[in-house]
């Protein structure tokens, strides 16, 4: 009972979230000098090559890993619920075992696919077959840190997690720069298997600690046990590759233009910075999602009690962020970076329906469900590729912002009608009049982006900003009287 009323409580909820605490902020402050160094060093054209190596090793490890960490995160949780230690060490020996595997396997179809991969990416005849061998090495190290990662975050250990995550923060930032700066665009690859190993050493460092590292790689019966979870995990499989697919296609439709590199700035500029918001979805809410997947009430309070804190926190940054865009663009990378500044701010609607559909969207994926999870994330892969190539065709990088915040508002009207079908899911009032109000100070902040400006467009933001941050400060301090920093800054405000 009382795991349940703290798993339930707001201040949980905030805590983890982490938006408030130093590691979020000195991560965010880490990863801002790296993509500023990073893009000052490359330039667009790097940053766009940097891309296409990631999204080869993201569709590599799709297809590879099998879906075991996503798996890994319920299962774990689930037996930590029920406390059977040997159950635990058994199943964390499986996944260790078959993350080895998905390791091998992948790194050698990242060697051997080498120059079809090249052709496939760099049809004007750029030649980087050598980087993407050497790219085998990088591929091999995600689902070692995947899954020792999920282990952490099925065993609720969420303050190791987020130091590990400012210790590869602080990693990349020391193995990246320098490569870059002697090697250039060729030190691309060199650079994220050292950050690849670091961030799996890392994981494995505080993992092993819980449980120790043995693996049985030979053992018919641990090979045996692991079958259920490829069957669970397939459809996690073909929709994390239906998804990379989806992002090849636009950087492949975008490589033709050169506007790679910009699409990712911009891109990244919404998921990485206003995206540390959704730091405790995976982390903390998805684990206590999945241990009360069967109750339907909890659930439904876990889902709107998590929609509450990411919309509130949410609105204020990115409210923020619009008014300061052109200063954000180039404080982050360079003035050759400016043209993404529109994109940006048509996109941010993007971020905010997301922090409506995320909270629903694990639903499935707590549940086991995992076809239908494939199902949805498919219809919005394919959507998602038709919009962005209409607006980029029609208006570019402007309509690029569109399309993200389209395919996103789709993705929230498809997922929540579905879901409060299947799963009988409803959006609280209390939640829905948190929701409207700041969706539309967003929108007027970015209405007066692109019809004011100078000291208007200002005054119209900074007023939206401050009735955003005041009424999420309010609710929040309202249900989190408990938290003492809130109660200090209150007394000091005289609230």
Wanted: hydrophobic share 50%; aromatic share 14%.
């Amino acid at each position: 009972m009382e795991r349940r009323e703290q798993d339930d409580s707001y201040r949980h909820v905030l805590k983890y979230t982490g938006v408030f605490g130093g590691v979020q902020g000195l991560k965010i402050f880490v990863t801002l000098v790296r993509n500023k160094l990073a893009s000052t060093i490359l330039g667009k054209v790097g940053m766009g090559v940097n891309s296409i190596f990631m999204n080869i090793s993201e569709i590599l490890n799709s297809w590879t890993n099998f879906g075991i960490p996503f798996y890994a995160v319920r299962r774990i949780s689930e037996l930590y619920e029920e406390g059977t230690d040997d159950d635990m060490r058994r199943f964390v020996g499986v996944i260790r075992t078959w993350s080895i595997w998905s390791a091998l396997i992948g790194a050698t179809l990242c060697f051997f696919l080498a120059n079809w991969l090249n052709n496939h990416y760099f049809p004007e005849g750029e030649q980087h077959t050598f980087e993407i061998m050497l790219l085998s090495l990088f591929v091999a190290s995600l689902p070692i840190e995947a899954v020792e990662c999920s282990l952490m975050k099925g065993l609720r250990q969420l303050r190791a997690v987020a130091c590990i995550e400012v210790m590869v923060a602080l990693s990349t930032l020391v193995f990246t720069i320098p490569v870059y700066y002697f090697l250039g665009i060729r030190g691309i690859v060199l650079s994220l298997v050292l950050c690849g190993w670091s961030a799996a050493l890392l994981h494995l460092f505080f993992s092993v600690r819980l449980y120790p590292y043995r693996v049985k790689l030979f053992s018919r019966s641990v090979v045996r046990e692991g079958w259920p979870l490829i069957r669970i995990g397939l459809p996690y499989v073909l929709a994390a590759v239906a998804g990379a697919m989806a992002t090849g296609e636009v950087f492949s439709y975008l490589d033709d233009t050169g506007q790679v590199g910009l699409y990712r700035a911009g891109y990244g500029l919404m998921v990485t910075y206003a995206g540390m918001v959704f730091v405790a979805v995976e982390a903390d809410y998805f684990p206590r999602l999945s241990s009360i997947n069967h109750d339907t009430e909890r659930l439904n309070h876990a889902i709107n009690q998590q929609i509450d804190v990411c919309v509130l926190l949410m609105a204020p940054i990115l409210i923020l962020l619009v008014i300061m865009m052109p200063w954000v663009v180039r404080l982050l990378w360079t003035s050759e970076f400016l043209p993404v500044a529109p994109m940006a701010v048509c996109a941010v609607f993007y971020m905010f329906f997301r922090a409506v559909t995320v909270p629903i969207a694990y639903t499935s994926l707590a549940k086991g469900d995992s076809w239908l999870y494939l199902i949805m994330e498919s219809i919005y892969d394919i959507t998602f590729v038709l919009i962005l190539r209409f607006g980029y065709s029609h208006w570019g990088l402007l309509g690029a912002g569109i399309a993200l915040s389209t395919a996103a508002l789709f993705d929230l009207l498809m997922i929540g009608s579905v879901y409060s079908i299947l799963y009988h899911l409803r959006l609280r009032y209390r939640t829905a009049i948190m929701v409207v109000p700041q969706g539309l100070l967003l929108s007027a902040t970015v209405a007066a982006y692109f019809l004011l400006s100078g000291i208007q467009m200002y005054l119209v933001g900074l007023s939206a900003l401050i009735i955003s941050a005041t009424y999420s400060f309010r609710l929040l301090s309202r249900d989190l009287p408990e938290i003492a920093f809130v109660a200090k800054i209150k007394r000091k405000l005289g609230l």
